[in-house]
Structures are given as C-alpha cells and as structure tokens.
C-alpha cells in the first residue's frame, strides 16, 4: 500500500471514528419509538462474528501513542486510548474473531455507541478488549 493511500486510509478512518464519537445527527435522531437500529456484527452479549481487518493504527492519525484503532469489513470498530498489542500486531486482511461483552444501558433512541466487543486475531491468537467509540452512548 503506498504512504498517500495508507494516509488516505488512515484520514478515513479518522473522520470516521471522529463521526462515531459526535453521534447521530438530528435527522438520524428522528426515528419512531419502535424503529430498531440495526448494528453490524453481534446482536447479543456473548454473540461471536468472523470479519477481516480493513485498516489497523494509532487512534489519532500520525500521533503513534494516542492510541489504537482497528476498523473490519462488517462495519464494526473498535478504539481506545490506550495503545493495544494486539491491535497493533493486526495486519489488514487478518481475520478476526470479535465478540459482543457488553452494552450500556439508558441510551438515548438510536445511539448505539459504547459497545465493548472482545477481538481475537486469528492469526496471531492476541486477544483485546475495546469500545466501538471514543465516548459512550449520550456522551460528547
């Protein structure tokens, strides 16, 4: 991968997660009591999925010790302030086992951030632990 695709993929993973911290707009907040917002990857506490790595770093771009950061094919992603061995270990294309450890409660509708999910790479057999955000549901 070149350094300007890398920096590309890295820019976007940034934006994205900076996306995720913010919350839902207001019009994604706009949902009928009843509407179930679907979540990629497990459903359920205990709940296990197979994906692929698709970007791996720092959690702030260029800034190697502000954190990790890992994004995977179905959509989910996992950040965290602290560096991660494991996630650092990963390479884009390692599957990964991820598993769904908890859910915070009393979360306004539609703000599904805060989940902490376990990773397993299922190449180098590191496991973490991290949330799918930066700050929790009804957070900043």
Do not use: F
Not at 16 to 27: E, N, Q, R, S
Not at 88 to 100: E, K, T
Not at 108 to 123: F, H, Q, S
């Amino acid at each position: 991968m070149s350094k300007v695709s890398l920096n590309h993929s890295m820019a976007t993973l940034v934006a994205c997660l900076a996306l995720v911290a913010c919350g839902p707009t207001a019009t994604e907040t706009a949902t009928t009591p009843t509407e179930e917002v679907q979540i990629a990857g497990p459903q359920n506490v205990g709940d296990c999925v197979e994906t692929t790595v698709t970007l791996v770093g720092p959690r702030l771009e260029g800034v190697p010790d502000s954190g990790s950061s890992i994004m995977y094919d179905n959509g989910l992603s996992q950040v965290e302030y602290d560096v991660i061995p494991g996630i650092a270990n990963s390479h884009i294309g390692d599957a990964v086992r991820v598993c769904l450890v908890s859910v915070p409660e009393d979360c306004p509708p539609g703000d599904t951030r805060g989940r902490v999910y376990e990773g397993t790479n299922l190449r180098t057999n590191e496991t973490w632990t991290a949330p799918d955000s930066q700050h929790s549901c009804g957070g900043a």
